[in-house]
């Protein structure tokens, strides 16, 4: 399975403002998967993306709230945009090789004040 | 989007005694993975179950699928104190490599 380095690990932010989360993988991989974990909560998918086209965003997620850039096939960033106290979550990378190596970053604690 | 639902959200038992959480799902499925979660920590992944197996051991673990009911079933027995965490189920869309989609989750105590 893929090594996937996620930053940062935490950060406390005010509202209003953008924070943007870095994924980094150690293998080529076709579709990363962005996850938010509200407190207490199950992981949602936020989205899908692709290297090379735009992300495909869940029901309910918007691409003017959760920008995703895909530039290469070993990275990728969420941002959330214009932060509430909301969006205090827990947010995954993830990523699958094969069939079934499915890998999680270690997740980035936000909280927003 | 949530595949499913676990049962029971929440489960409080003994030490040594047996865990039994259920899990549904809506849609055809590839695989069906159970994860645990401990309190302010990242995903463990458990065990996978592939859509034509039935049944799946790993130590302490015992997982089944029924895909005429779209249900899975995680037991773990003989349950330590360490074991007290968050399990969660997740599906694929039925293709491959696709985002594993989670349930809700069961919250197991154990106490000692």
Known sequence: ?113 | SQQGEEDPQALSIQEGENATMNCSYKTSINNLQWYRQNSGRGLVHLILIRSNEREKHSGRLRVTLDTSKKSSSLLITASRAADTASYFCATDHNQAGTALIFGKGTTLSVSS
């Not at chain 1, 932010?13 to 974990?37: A, K």
């Not at chain 1, 992300?55 to 709230?65: C, N």
């Open chain 1, 1 to 113: 399975s893929a090594v996937i380095s996620q930053k940062p690990s935490r950060d406390i932010c005010q509202r209003g403002t953008s924070l943007t989360i870095q994924c980094q993988v150690d293998s080529q991989v076709t579709m990363m998967f962005w996850y938010r974990q509200q407190p207490g909560q199950s992981l949602t998918l936020i989205a899908t993306a692709n290297q090379g086209s735009e992300a495909t965003y869940e029901s309910g997620f918007v691409i003017d709230k959760f920008p995703i850039s895909r530039p290469n096939l070993t990275f990728s960033t969420l941002t959330v945009s214009n932060m509430s106290p909301e969006d205090s979550s827990i947010y995954l990378c993830s990523v699958v090789l094969g069939t079934y190596g499915y890998t999680f970053g270690s997740g980035t604690r936000l909280t927003v004040v």
